[in-house]
């Protein structure tokens, strides 16, 4: 091999870019608008691309996004909707984000969540004959929190202890706890008039109030949007949110002025898993009001992909998971005015995530606008790739 | 500027301007470099140094003005560029796949080859290695290599890649005496083959003793460029801090208290062996400074580890105020005050991705003093870091800020003021000066000086041997994980300490046992 490389100042074989006169640069410090802009700029993205997906198929897109959107937020009604079925994705966005804050990577959320609901049905099932509804539902979300906490915790216990690969271990949990659950419905739990795996319908007093009559919009939506809130203070402005921000970047330096790293990282298990936790409550209670294996439409995971999509910010987290909630929704609509299946919403989904992440990427960088004096000889290769 | 020799001018920076968002790191600089010398910049830190050897290394492109080479007008967009045109850097913080070996760090940054010949790269390597007299491992891992032998194989993988020009930031820093000789030898060597270099540093003996050519920078801009010869380092500290500094700090003899710290019979296990402890027994009172002197390698950061409590110890007790606490978590020693700055700044003092006030607290989050019963009082963490900044003359626009902006020095400040402003009983400090200029350098030693007249207990590590006889009530001396000597500051000589750091015990004029 040649191992020198040649000293002389290259030919002029300038990238596009810098022909333009224009060039990246590092930036050290990322602002929260800059966030702002690659969540937005991802889904406008992700929503460009599926629309050649729309255009191919010989659809008209406009039509399409115009069904989406008015499924999506066309009418008050279908803006409760598309709450409703970001409520979950809130709980479970938070449980991945305030894990991933601090590098512990639970992907055990879908197994927090059914172990969150079967911890608030295991409550309702014991005392909501006993308890008037303003204390019942309290304590059910408190079952399921405690539930997803303690499942979670296993696998926390086991990373704090033994250094176990805490993703190996939740994504393993997330397979105990259905095969638990399947058993609990086939035998103790099943409701004795069926013959499916399902309990019985749970009475009122553990049914979450509405937020608005007449719809389906539960109480849940409230509290998640609380629950944002809570993560957003906890981890601004507590010490214990300092600690798991800190395990997050430099746990060396963390473990040097006295962060007890094993001691956080159990509880940030815990409390991840007492957040999604909460999403198997809000869905049980505000939703199906029974326990049965299709509870989750694998919220556990989509709550991964809208941590990521909203940057691991609370804010971020409910305005993506709002925008999947939308898609969701819309995608009914738009399939029943168009004949677009549905599953499209999933290709724009995949691609807001790559692009996000991608865009994570690209913000470090600013461009700046060099001087166009072409009369500097460019050297060799720049870095385009 | 040199009107001397003007063709033989290889690099430039003319008109050269670099703003950061808050901050002009370079100020229309205008610098001539010139061919196979050796010149040094010098100047606070934050003045900019850094960024202008990013300028001419492609890292950043000038907001205004331009960088030449040969005459030229060279534009360059990244690193690549530069190497490319002849140019290496060896940066502040060193860029190396750390489980990767020496030979495949270095032929790493080759580019444009599908397939790497290593062994042809290991004939090359090792013909360069001999031609300037580098010794190192071609094999080893180079996470297991101490820093300053990292640091060989960043100035390796530059001169593999070809550079005509080879700039150097702070590589004394990391660097034991010995080190630095080499180093200096090879740079003269490498300078006599043509070779042009560009040091920082900020010990103006190394300026003098290395340099033909040095340039001071103040606040961004060019102050002077001047021949070696023809400056005084009294003369260069005016140019780079406007006002004479003098190092050797007046330090009073203090009458030592009580015994804050008693370790005996320490012994720490390493998994390589190198740098492990054996039988370590030493004691600091309160009122004093104990030094720890010692060829960088022989046990200083396995002692400063398990003072801290991140290493546990095999044998042996550490006392703090009759408390034995070898078995406490470094969460409760911090509880007992022990206070400490370790070696390794970056990655065991800070957080980068924190801001800058963030860290200021860091170790002290849940005490009273930001806040209550877990909750964090972000006023009190504002004025806190006010006055760090008002004290520490930290150079950074706004405490606000993420701390990865910060110049080397000035992240070393944020660790030195975060830790002295507990008032520890036991303060450990490893190479607290390290890379910091001469003004800060006057002020970090004074202030440990204050601490011990506080009544503070110290324990200064640190491979500056002016710095252990300017400070040090007693001076110990580790080789090979032991303590081979201990002597009153007023009985120290260099040559006594020099031989006890070169292993051989015993008093001089004495038998070795
Ligand atoms: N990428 C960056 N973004 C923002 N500010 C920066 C950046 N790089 C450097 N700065 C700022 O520019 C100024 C000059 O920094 P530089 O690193 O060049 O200093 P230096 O002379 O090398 O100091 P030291 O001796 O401490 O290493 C400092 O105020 C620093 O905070
Ligand atoms: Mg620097």
């Not at chain 1, 050290?28 to 992700?46: D, M, N, Q, R, S």
């Not at chain 1, 990427?361 to 600013?366: E, G, I, K, P």
Request: hydrophobic share 45%; charged share 20%.
């Amino acid at each position: 091999m040649s191992a020198g490389i040649s000293n002389a100042p290259g030919t002029s074989s300038g990238s596009l870019l810098r022909r333009a006169g224009w060039r990246l640069e590092r930036r050290l410090e990322v602002k929260p608008w800059h966030e702002v802009v690659t969540l937005v700029g991802a889904f406008i993205i992700g929503l460009a691309i599926c629309s050649i997906l729309i255009a191919a198929s010989d659809k008209s897109v406009v039509d399409s996004y115009r069904a989406l959107f008015d499924g999506a937020f066309g009418s008050r009604r279908a803006i409760y909707e598309t709450l409703v079925q970001a409520t979950p994705l809130i709980f479970t966005g938070l449980a991945a984000a305030f894990a991933f804050r601090a590098k512990v990577w639970n992907i055990g959320g879908e197994g927090q969540f059914f172990a969150g609901a079967m911890g608030a049905y295991f409550v309702s099932d014991l005392w909501s004959g006993v308890l008037p509804r303003g204390v019942m539902v309290p304590v059910l979300f408190i079952g399921a929190a405690a539930a997803g906490a303690l499942w979670a915790s296993i696998a926390g216990v086991l990373k704090a202890r033994y250094d176990t690969n805490e993703i190996i271990t939740t994504v393993m949990l997330n397979f105990i706890i259905l095969l638990i659950l399947s058993y609990l419905l086939g035998d103790l739990w099943r409701s004795p008039d069926t013959f499916y795996f399902q309990t019985v319908t749970l009475p009122e007093s553990t049914h979450l109030p509405l937020m608005i009559g007449g719809s389906r919009l539960h109480w849940g939506f409230g509290i998640a949007a609380a629950m944002a809130v809570v993560v957003y203070v906890v981890l601004r402005r507590t010490a214990l949110g300092y600690e798991v921000r800190g395990v997050g970047i430099n746990r060396t330096a963390g473990s040097y002025k006295g962060i007890s790293v094993p001691r956080v990282t159990v509880l940030v298990m815990a409390i991840s898993g007492a957040l999604a936790g909460l999403a198997g409550a809000a869905e049980l209670a505000g939703v199906h009001h029974r326990l049965q294996l299709d509870i989750s439409n694998n919220f556990g995971f989509v709550g991964i992909i809208i941590a990521l999509i909203g940057r691991l910010h609370p804010a971020g987290v409910v305005v993506s998971a709002i925008a999947f909630g939308a898609l969701v929704n819309g995608a009914v609509t738009m399939q029943i005015q168009t004949g677009i299946p549905a599953a499209l919403v999933d290709v724009i989904q995949g691609l807001s995530l790559i692009f996000v992440l991608t865009g994570a990427v690209a913000v470090r960088y600013r461009l700046q606008r060099t001087r166009t004096d072409e009369s500097l000889p460019a050297l060799a290769d720049p870095t385009d790739e | 500027m040199n009107g001397s020799g003007a063709n033989s001018v290889l690099l430039r920076a003319s008109g050269v301007t670099k703003r950061f968002p808050g901050v002009v790191a370079n100020d229309d600089i205008t610098l001539e470099v010139q061919r196979a010398r050796v010149h040094c910049l010098l100047g606070e830190n934050g003045a900019g140094k850094s960024t202008l050897a990013d300028l001419f290394y492609g890292v950043h492109e000038p907001d205004e003005g331009v960088i030449e080479l040969r005459g030229e007008p060279i534009h360059m967009v990244s690193p690549r560029d530069a190497i490319a045109a002849g140019i290496g850097m060896v940066r502040q913080h060193f860029e190396l796949v750390t489980p990767m070996s020496v030979l495949e760090n270095v032929v790493i940054g080759t580019r444009g080859e599908a397939k790497v010949d290593l062994r042809t790269a290991r004939v090359r390597l090792g013909e360069l290695c001999d031609l300037y007299g580098v010794e190192v491992d071609l094999d080893t891992p180079v996470g297991d290599l101490a820093v300053g032998q990292q640091q060989w194989v960043e100035i390796l993988k530059a001169l593999y890649l070809g550079c005509e020009v080879l700039i150097l930031d702070e590589p004394t820093a990391v660097l034991t005496p010995e080190g630095i000789e080499r180093l200096f030898t090879t740079l003269r060597r490498m300078a006599s083959e043509g070779l042009t270099i560009v040091l920082i540093t900020h010990k103006l003996h190394e300026v003098m003793e290395i340099s033909d050519d040095v340039t001071v920078l103040r606040r961004g801009r060019v102050v002077r460029t001047s021949l070696t010869s023809e400056v005084t380092m009294a003369g260069l500290t005016r140019m780079m801090v406007g006002r004479d500094v003098d190092l050797d700090i007046d330090v009073a003899e203090a009458s030592r208290g009580d015994l804050v710290l008693d370790v005996s019979g320490l012994d720490v296990a390493t998994e390589s062996g190198r740098g492990s402890l054996k039988q370590v027994s030493l004691v600091v009172h309160e009122r004093e400074i104990l030094g720890i002197a010692g060829v960088s390698g022989n046990g200083q950061d396995a002692l400063f580890d398990v003072l801290v409590g991140m290493q546990p110890a095999a044998a042996g007790t550490i006392v703090v105020d009759g408390q034995d606490m070898a078995e406490l978590s470094p969460a409760a020693r911090l509880d007992l005050g022990v206070a400490s700055v370790p070696a390794d700044r970056i990655h065991q003092g800070l957080m980068m991705d924190f801001r800058i006030s963030e860290n200021l607290i860091l170790g002290r989050q849940r005490s009273d003093r930001f806040g209550r019963r877990g909750w964090l009082n972000q006023n009190d963490i504002a004025r806190f870091a006010d006055d760090s900044f008002a004290n520490y003359d930290i150079a950074a626009p706004s405490p606000t800020h993420v701390t990865r902006v910060l110049s080397g020095g000035n992240l070393q400040k944020i660790v030195m003021a975060r830790e002295l402003a507990g008032q520890p009983r036991l303060l450990i400090v490893h190479q607290p000066t390290r890379g910091l200029d001469i003004g800060a350098t006057e002020y970090v030693r004074r202030r440990l000086v204050e601490e011990r007249d506080r009544g503070a207990a110290i324990l200064l590590i640190s491979e500056d041997l002016d710095e252990l006889l300017n400070l040090s009530s007693r001076i110990a001396v580790m080789f090979d994980g032991r303590i081979v000597g201990e002597v009153d500051r007023r009985d120290a000589t260099i040559d006594r300490i020099g031989m006890w750091m070169a292993g051989v015990s015993g008093t001089p004029g004495e038998a070795p046992p």
